[in-house]
């Protein structure tokens, strides 16, 4: 799944495990690891950050980039 910045400077993608951050020439310019083996559903970017479902538990949740 991935997301676009409300600015479109840069896409947010996951893979169901990890998130990264791309900027316009598709460089990672962040990597958010998921040490605690949460399932990433879908991802959404909004003005608070990148939320995405944490399948794990049905749980939103938002990360700053």
């Known amino acids: 799944d991935f997301a676009l910045a409300p600015d479109g400077s840069r ?3 996951t893979d169901g495990s990890t998130i990264r951050v ?3 020439t598709g460089r990672e310019v ?3 690891a998921n040490e605690a083996g949460i399932r990433v559903g ?3 970017w909004g003005e608070d950050g ?3 479902v944490d399948q794990s538990s049905g749980v939103l949740r938002v990360i700053q980039p």
């Open 50 to 52: 990148i939320v995405f």
């Open 11 to 13: 896409v947010a993608v």
């Open 22 to 24: 791309l900027d316009r």
């Open 30 to 32: 962040a990597l958010f």
């Open 42 to 44: 879908g991802i959404a």
